[in-house]
């Protein structure tokens, strides 16, 4: 069973901070690339940010600055970090390694961005 739990959404008005948590019982969890990725109502699901097991990171361009993935390969456990919040950035969030793998999707955790 690799299916994340994520977990740490909600509801937040414009310029707030959440942080989502995302633990997985995946094994060998420090080798794999893991991401947050989004989706929004009506669009497609997009990886925002990532992480590789040497904890390099990566970011889609409409979060640099902003977010912040990180992990803890002891838990297993993977953090995205969101600050200066935006109304876009409401969506449904999931994690699940890089390049995603079908049967790796929870259920995701919402945030919802709005006054």
């Known amino acids: 069973q690799v299916r994340p739990v994520e977990s740490g959404g909600g509801l937040v008005q414009p310029g707030g901070s959440l942080t989502l948590s995302c633990v997985t019982s995946?094994?060998?969890?420090?080798?794999?690339?893991m991401g947050w990725y989004r989706q929004a109502p009506g669009k497609q699901r997009e990886l925002v940010a990532s992480t590789t097991g040497a904890y390099s990171t990566n970011y889609v361009d409409s979060v640099k600055g902003r977010f912040t993935i990180s992990r803890d390969n002891a838990k297993n456990t993977v953090y995205l970090q969101m600050n200066s919040l935006k109304p876009e950035d409401t969506a449904v969030y999931y994690c699940?390694?890089?390049?995603?793998?079908?049967?790796?999707w929870g259920q995701g955790t919402q945030v919802t961005v709005s006054l």
């Open positions: 699940n390694v890089v390049p995603a793998t079908a049967a790796a």
């Open positions: 995946r094994r060998f969890f420090s080798t794999y690339s």
